[in-house]
């Protein structure tokens, strides 16, 4: 099996030793993947992430998945699109290679991603989907499953071209 995958999905349910959530600096319950993150996670989430808030953009916090099905979840802040000049793109790779190496501390080999930045933060997907396909690329070996979960046809589309272009 491939190492890195799209599927399409809810990432809520995944079964990884990690799931990565697009999380806001505060890592505080909002929208999108964030929102269904902690109504799945239950009540637990919310006191572990504010113990390790504030997280600057382009870092990551792990906090263990509570109810979830995953044993850790990874908090990762990808940046907010401005239009390209604010260090987006090296800010969004280094939110996913601070959540590859969070990972690799708790002993973990397979993660599940969602699309970081691309909703409500406005990161062009295109671009965005490189970014995290290329990044996850150079993790270390010892993550052995990496998973890009999308929540519709069109994102699943975008990343199997990126990565049927690797
Ligand atoms: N499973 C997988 N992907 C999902 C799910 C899900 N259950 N729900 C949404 N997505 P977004 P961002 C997709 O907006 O742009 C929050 O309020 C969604 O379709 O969740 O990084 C945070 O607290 C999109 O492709 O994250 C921050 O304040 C992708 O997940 C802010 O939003 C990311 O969309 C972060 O914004």
Known sequence: MKRMRAE???ITACENDVIVNAANSNLAAGGGVCGAIFTAAGPGLSAACMEQA???TGEAR???GFSLN???I???VGPIWRGGGDAEASLLASAYRASLQ???SVGASSIAFPAISTGIYGYPIESAT???VVTCEAAPDLITEIRFICFDESTLSIYEQVLDAL
């Open 8 to 10: 399409l999905g809810d």
């Open 54 to 56: 504030p997280c600057p």
């Open 62 to 64: 792990i906090t263990p």
């Open 70 to 72: 995953a044993k850790w």
């Open 74 to 76: 990874v908090h990762a």
């Open 102 to 104: 969070l990972a690799v």
């Open 130 to 132: 490189k970014i995290a």
